[in-house]
């Protein structure tokens, strides 16, 4: 059986390593761009194993093309750190 449905970066249940790259677009507001950008990138959808990939193995990619930059994710982490101790 093949079912398919529309849903948004915030809604995909993203697995391993993807799922922090989709933590980081949306804590940085970014959602809207990414979910454009893979509209844009693929018309005719992709698969939760596709989009998981690209999440986890081009993590800088995605990053940088919602216009995320390193040094804002690092200064993330370090505010994340901060916060523990």
Do not use: H
Not at 21 to 33: A, G, L, S, V
Not at 36 to 57: A, H, K, M, V
Request: charge should be negative; hydrophobic fraction near 30%.
């Amino acid at each position: 059986m093949k079912v398919i449905s529309e849903i948004g970066l915030r809604e995909f249940n993203a697995w391993s390593g993807a799922a922090d790259t989709q933590k980081t677009i949306i804590e940085n507001n970014k959602e809207d761009e990414f979910d454009r950008l893979i509209d844009e990138l693929y018309p005719d959808g992709l698969s939760d194993t596709q989009l998981n990939d690209i999440l986890w193995f081009e993590s800088d990619w995605c990053l940088e093309n919602v216009g995320i930059s390193e040094d804002e994710d690092e200064d993330e982490d370090e505010d994340e750190d901060e916060d523990e101790l």
